[in-house]
């Protein structure tokens, strides 16, 4: 009986040892489990709640301008749409003043009502001029003095319409020195006329009307540096002739140019013929040095009867007052 006894205990014994092994086996399953979903629980919520770093974009994922460069004192030419916008450079030094002379080219596919804007940025960004322009009337940026040593941004966009093809020309002068104590200032910037053409074109061009006198602005006048030609006084229907052989390469409706003829000449000349009343060449025809091209007006951008007369040579507009005789 007493081992009977002793066999029972002990596997009463050994039926509970198996049970607490098995309750911490299960127990220990249970805080795995817990510890693993909390720890990713906890992970998701510091997702949820952890601002992620903060990815720089690539180049591919901003568009990066095209940027050209504007030598000094040569032309250089672009082509506005509707909502595109060029972007032009150039060094400068502290003290020197610069000059952004811009011209557009009726005929070429311009909108001849277009109005464009220029502005001038300091090498740090900072707009330094701004100036907005049309076809007729185009920007002209003046800025005295360059505030430091750098690169500089032109930045060149349609206000309205399409500015079409347009030139631009930059010109710097030479940056300011010290003044001396009892000394004198350096000279200012002088205009000059182009060198190349002035030999080439003695007794090239006559006046194109029998009047001379400027009723208005000049070549870059002071009071509007925009101003790329010469306004001559005339009356109403006073004839206006070619002031040299060529062909009529545009005789139409010029936006704020009014009624507009301009002329090809040989050797990179031409010459514009604005505010018209009345058109009587035509567009291809070949002309003579002194013939009819229509009747002085005030038509397009005009305050009352007058020629606004220009010259151009490759491209660029230069003072009449120096090809005329």
Known sequence: ??????????????????????????????????????????????????????????????????????????????????????????????????????WLHPGSGSDVEAELVVRLLAPDGTVLVQETGSVFLPPYVVQPHLPTNGLYSVQVSPASGVPGRYSLALTLSDALAPVPSGGTPPPGLTATALSGPIAAVADKFQWPSTRREISGWTFHDPRNPGHIGLDIAAAMWDPIVAVADGVVVFAEWGGGYGNLVILEHDDGWRSYYAHLTEIVAEAGQEVRQGELLGGAGTTGYSTGPHLHFELRYQGRPVDPHVYLP
């Open 1 to 102: 009986m007493a081992n009977d006894r002793g066999e029972e205990e002990m596997g009463m014994n050994t039926a509970g040892g198996d049970r607490s092994f098995l309750s911490l086996f299960k127990w220990a399953v249970l805080t795995a489990t817990l510890a693993a979903a909390a720890y990713l629980g906890g992970s998701a919520l510091a997702q949820r709640w952890i601002e992620p770093p903060h990815v720089s974009p690539s180049a591919t994922q901003v568009p990066q301008q095209e940027v050209d460069w504007l030598a000094f004192d040569e032309p250089v030419d672009g082509t506005l749409d509707a909502d595109t916008e060029d972007v032009w450079q150039f060094r400068g030094r502290e003290g020197q003043s610069a000059v952004i002379e811009m």
